[in-house]
């Protein structure tokens, strides 16, 4: 086994996805601060929309980032086994998109 670490499809993404995380997180954070001061629920229901609609964006990128990184590499290597993994992961990643 070697000691570097897998790249992964998002690897050189990273920072880009560290930061919208985290404005994601400021998201919550102020959600739970309406919360917390009685906010009207239908402008507590607007801002949980919009960080539902934003992690479900960091996931449809990250979901592009396996088929065009994982599922590429595995047909570029020719790794018939892997493939299939690759492309069964990647179909329970949008049936779990789907349903939430």
Do not use: F, W
């Not at 402008?43 to 065009?68: I, P």
């Not at 570029?76 to 349903?99: F, P, Y």
């Amino acid at each position: 086994m070697t000691d570097t670490p897998t790249e992964r499809g998002y690897t050189e993404g990273k920072a880009d996805y560290a930061k919208r995380l985290s404005r994601i997180e400021g998201q919550v954070r102020g959600i739970a601060r309406m919360i917390d001061e009685d906010t009207y629920c239908i402008d507590v229901l607007t801002q949980v929309s919009a960080a539902t609609k934003a992690l479900q964006a960091v996931a449809v990128n990250l979901l592009d980032e396996h088929v065009r990184h994982c599922v590429r590499n595995a047909v570029a290597v020719g790794d018939e086994a892997n493939l299939e993994k690759m492309i069964a992961e990647a179909t329970k990643a949008i049936e779990r998109l789907v349903k939430a």
